[in-house]
C-alpha cells in the first residue's frame, strides 16, 4: 500500500514538472530565462500590496483604506494605460524631437502577438516593464497621503504616468533614448533610479509643498495606526525588489546573480546602519528605523545592482541610511509635510545612488566599457550620471507642477476640511479599515 502510494506520488510529480507534448515553447525561446523573467515580473507586481501595506500602517487609522487604495488604484489605471499606449511612448521609436516614442505595433500591444526577444516572448517583457510604470506613481502617493481626493488622485497618476514616467523611461531605457546613448554607455540605471525613484521622490516634494500640510500638522500627533503591517509591506517589497533589480538584466546569468547579491548586500547594510544610528542617538531600536532603512540601502542600490562588487554595495546601503535620516530630520527643520517620506527616502537615496555607483564600479565593467566604447572613464561617466539626474528633476518638478494645477481646476486635488476631518476612509469610501470605529475619528 505504501509503495503504491508514493508511485502515485512520483507519477503526479513527473506529471506536473514535465512540459506537455502540446505545450508551443514556440522557436527560439529560451525558456530558463523565460522562467525568471515570469519569476520576476510576478515579484515586482507583489511590491504593489507590500508598498499598501507599508504605507497603510504608517497613517492613521481613519485613513488606512484610502490610503491603501492609492496603491491599488494604480495597478488598474496604469495597467490600462500601459497596455492602451504607454508601452508604446516609452519603446517605440523616437518621435517629438526624442521626447518620447511611439510605435503603431505596441498600440494595444497588437503587434507583438508573435514577436520573441533575445529568447523571450516580448509579452512577458512588457509586463515585466508594465509593474515598474505602476509602482512609480504609487510611490507618489506618499506625500499626498491623508489629504487628497481620490478622483484627483487618480487623474494626477495618469496624466504623471503619460507626461512624465513614458517619456523619462523613453529617454533612459529605449534604444534610441538620448539618455540610453549619453558618452560612453550611457547613463547607468539598472532598474530605476533616475526612472522611478528620483521621479518619484522629486515629484513627492513638489506635491506636498504645493498641496499644503495636512490640517494639524505637525503640532497633533499623526502616530502610525499598524507598524505591524507596516513591516510586513516592508518584507514584501524586499523580496520583490530581487525581481525589481535581479530581473532588470532580462537574462537568467551571471548579471542576474550579480544583481540579486548586491540588492540583499545593500539592503542589510541599510538596515544594520539604520539600527547603529538610532542605537547612537536614541539609545533604541525602532521598527519603523528598521524598515526605513531597508529602504534606504534597496532604493540606492536600484541603479548600481549591476555594476558594483558587494563591498560596493555595502557602503551605498550604509551612506544612504545616512543620507535619508538626516535628509528625515531636514524635513521637521523645514516644515514641509511629505507624510510618508517618499522624497526622503526614495528621492535621496536613488539619488545618491546614482550618483556614488561610479566610484564602486567593479573593475571588469570598467575594461569592457573602455574596449567597446573607447576610452571610458570614471569622470566622463559622473558626468553623464549628473545630466540624467538634472533632465530627471526638470522634468519631474515641472511637469508635476503643472499636472498639479490641471487636476486641482478641473476634478478638485485638496481634499476639503470636513471631510479631511472626517478621514478618507468614511468621506471617500464610505468603510472602516478594521469594522471598528477608529479612536482618532474626531481629530
Known amino acids: 500500500m505504501r509503495k503504491n502510494a508514493w508511485?502515485?506520488?512520483?507519477?503526479?510529480?513527473?506529471?506536473?514538472?514535465?512540459?506537455?507534448?502540446?505545450?508551443?515553447?514556440?522557436p527560439g525561446i529560451?525558456?530558463?530565462?523565460?522562467?525568471?523573467?515570469?519569476?520576476?515580473?510576478?515579484?515586482?507586481?507583489?511590491?504593489i500590496p507590500g508598498l499598501a501595506m507599508f504605507y497603510g500602517g504608517l497613517v492613521r487609522t481613519k485613513n488606512v483604506i484610502g490610503t491603501m487604495m492609492h496603491s491599488y488604484v494604480a495597478m488598474a489605471v496604469i495597467g490600462v494605460l500601459w497596455v492602451v499606449c504607454g508601452y508604446s511612448l516609452t519603446f517605440g521609436k523616437s518621435t517629438l524631437g526624442g521626447f518620447v516614442g511611439w510605435n503603431n505595433d505596441y498600440f494595444f500591444l497588437k503587434g507583438i502577438d508573435d514577436s520573441i526577444t533575445g529568447g523571450i516572448p516580448e509579452?512577458?517583457?512588457?509586463?515585466?516593464?508594465?509593474?515598474?510604470?505602476i509602482i512609480t506613481p504609487a510611490l507618489i502617493s506618499g506625500a499626498m497621503a491623508e489629504r487628497v481626493y481620490f478622483r484627483g488622485y487618480t487623474l494626477f497618476i495618469a496624466l504623471w504616468f503619460l507626461l512624465i514616467y513614458c517619456p523619462l523611461c523613453h529617454w533612459v531605457w529605449a534604444s534610441d533614448g538620448w539618455l540610453f546613448n549619453l558618452g560612453a554607455r550611457g547613463a547607468i540605471d539598472l532598474a530605476g533610479g533616475?526612472?522611478?525613484?528620483v521621479s518619484a521622490g522629486v515629484s513627492a516634494l513638489v506635491i506636498a509643498l504645493l498641496l499644503g500640510k495636512r490640517h494639524g500638522y505637525p503640532k497633533t500627533a499623526m502616530n502610525p495606526n499598524n507598524l505591524v503591517m507596516t513591516m510586513m509591506g516592508a518584507g514584501l517589497l524586499w523580496v520583490g525588489w530581487f525581481g525589481f533589480n535581479a530581473g532588470s538584466t532580462v537574462q537568467s546569468g551571471l548579471?542576474?546573480?550579480?544583481?540579486?547579491?548586491?540588492?540583499?548586500?545593500?539592503?542589510?547594510?541599510?538596515a544594520l546602519t539604520w539600527l547603529a544610528i538610532e542605537a547612537i542617538t536614541f539609545r533604541k531600536a525602532t521598527s519603523l528605523g528598521f524598515v526605513s532603512g531597508i529602504l534606504a540601502g534597496l532604493v540606492v542600490i536600484t541603479p548600481a545592482a549591476g555594476v558594483v562588487q558587494p563591498i560596493g554595495a555595502m557602503i551605498l546601503g550604509a551612506l544612504s541610511s545616512l543620507a535619508c535620516f538626516?535628509?528625515?530630520?531636514?524635513?521637521?527643520?523645514?516644515?514641509?509635510?511629505?507624510?510618508?517620506?517618499?522624497?526622503g527616502i526614495h528621492g535621496v537615496g536613488s539619488g545618491l545612488g546614482v550618483l556614488l555607483l561610479c566610484f564602486f564600479i567593479r573593475e571588469?565593467?570598467?575594461?569592457?566599457?573602455?574596449?567597446?566604447?573607447?576610452?571610458?572613464?570614471?569622470?566622463?561617466q559622473l558626468w553623464v550620471q549628473l545630466q540624467g539626474m538634472g533632465a530627471t528633476i526638470a522634468l519631474a518638478a515641472g511637469g508635476t507642477a503643472l499636472i498639479y494645477f490641471v487636476v486641482e481646476k478641473t476634478v478638485g486635488f485638496r481634499l476639503d476640511p470636513q471631510k479631511e476631518q472626517e478621514g478618507l476612509d468614511q468621506s471617500l469610501?464610505?468603510?472602516h479599515g478594521y469594522g471598528l470605529m477608529h479612536s482618532d475619528a474626531i481629530r
Open 7 to 26: 508511485a502515485l506520488i512520483i507519477l503526479f510529480i513527473s506529471i506536473f514538472i514535465s512540459q506537455p507534448a502540446w505545450a508551443d515553447t514556440g
Open 30 to 47: 529560451d525558456t530558463g530565462t523565460t522562467a525568471w523573467m515570469l519569476i520576476s515580473t510576478a515579484l515586482v507586481l507583489l511590491m
Open 123 to 133: 509579452y512577458i517583457i512588457a509586463m515585466f516593464q508594465g509593474k515598474f510604470a
Open 194 to 197: 533616475l526612472v522611478i525613484h
Open 255 to 270: 548579471d542576474t546573480a550579480r544583481a540579486l547579491t548586491m540588492t540583499q548586500v545593500s539592503a542589510a547594510s541599510g
Open 326 to 343: 538626516f535628509a528625515l530630520k531636514a524635513k521637521i527643520l523645514l516644515g514641509y509635510d511629505d507624510s510618508l517620506d517618499c522624497f
Open 364 to 380: 571588469s565593467w570598467m575594461v569592457k566599457a573602455g574596449e567597446s566604447a573607447g576610452g571610458w572613464t570614471l569622470w566622463n
Open 429 to 431: 469610501h464610505g468603510e
